[in-house]
């Protein structure tokens, strides 16, 4: 229990990608001190934080070391590829881990998360099963169904995810599945596919003391695994939105802890079916940079250090559409800013990431509209209009 809390406080970010800049960033304008950590160096939120260090965070010893050197208040995992069983040993020294350090190691791993939502709180997933091998993965696929979906226990932002139509393609979703994940496991949830309508996330902002809260849903499109673009308000029937709410609250008391987590879901005519959960800020979240008086960034900075959240608004119709890498490359720039910066109600985040691979996710345009279908077609033109060169 965090309240009430003094600043300046001391933030080791485990993962420094577009979301911890943007959350470093929050941090900051409340005066507090941000060490940026990742895999590589100049990583987006190095280039905004106090301080930066590059380890490889499945290495517990260095983990460890770096939480020592740095004793901070708070330790704020931004990304799955984690030792996160070294985050369980240093909160039992008393380090503070964000939401909980069980919370962390649960929802770093798809199967773990999934084995709690389905098996001990009873909520609806898709059905599943794991492969460990190609020969495990061509049995299950067998089992589960055609279509199904392939995806790596632990990835980010959707990467290995491949929909597999039939035996011809089960080799290929293993190959994807295998390069896309992230860590040091080999292991695959196989899911039957949903024919969803929609496919949201409820940004649920769970609170030391005070009730759970929400933002409005976002809806989001994939591809490759990958968002593509995001909006909200998602349309959701007042009855589906009260079922997503309710689920969120389940999972989220049952982890625990405090933050911000993006819940997903699938939407169909009959049901509400839980998908994913990460507890941090999401990346289908970003269009809460443009669409709210708190931003996802913000929210979360808040729960953290147990400030009031007195009321979220949801300004009106708004989405997000990423800029992404043509190709592989270095030393980027980018054209047509100025092009795409002249259209009223919209805004542009270049992460400042230090090179390229084939649709690596290098920005995002953000744009208001009269209506959702405006505000989306709008975001969509602002990311067209900026143009990524490499050497």
Known sequence: MVNPVTLPQTFLLLGSGELGKEFTIAAQRLGNRVIAVDRYPDAPAMQVAQVSEVISMLDGDALAAVVKRYQPDWIVPEVEAIRTEKLLELETQGYRVIPTAQATNLTMNRDRIRELAAQQLGVRTAR???????????????TIGFPNVVKPVMSSSGKGQSVVNSDEEVAQAWQAAIAGARGDQTKVIVEEF??????????????????????????????????????Q??????????????IAKTVTDALGG??????EF????????????????????????????LNEFELHLRAILGLPIPHIQQTGPAASAVILAPEAGENLSYSGVAEALAEAHTDL???????????????????????????????????????VQTE
Request: glycine share 8%; net charge negative.
């Open 128 to 142: 599943y099963d794991y492969a460990t091998s190609l020969a495990e993965l061509e049995q299950v696929s067998q």
């Open 194 to 231: 949903i024919p969803f309508e929609l496919e949201i996330t409820l940004l649920t902002i769970r609170q030391w003391q005070g009730e759970t809260l929400f933002c409005d849903p976002i809806g989001h499109r994939q591809e490759r695994g990958d968002y593509q673009e995001s909006w």
């Open 233 to 246: 308000p998602a349309p959701l029937s007042p009855g589906q939105l009260a079922q997503a709410q309710a």
């Open 258 to 263: 405090a933050g911000i987590f993006g819940v």
């Open 266 to 293: 699938f939407i169909t005519p009959e049901e509400v079916i839980f998908s994913e959960l990460s507890p941090r800020p999401h990346d289908t979240g970003m269009v809460t940079l443009i669409s709210q008086n």
């Open 349 to 387: 985040r270049l992460f400042g990431k230090p090179n390229a691979r084939p649709h690596r996710r290098l920005g995002v345009a953000l744009a208001r509209g009269e209506s959702v279908d405006q505000a989306r077609r709008l975001a969509q033109a602002v990311a067209e209009k900026v143009t």
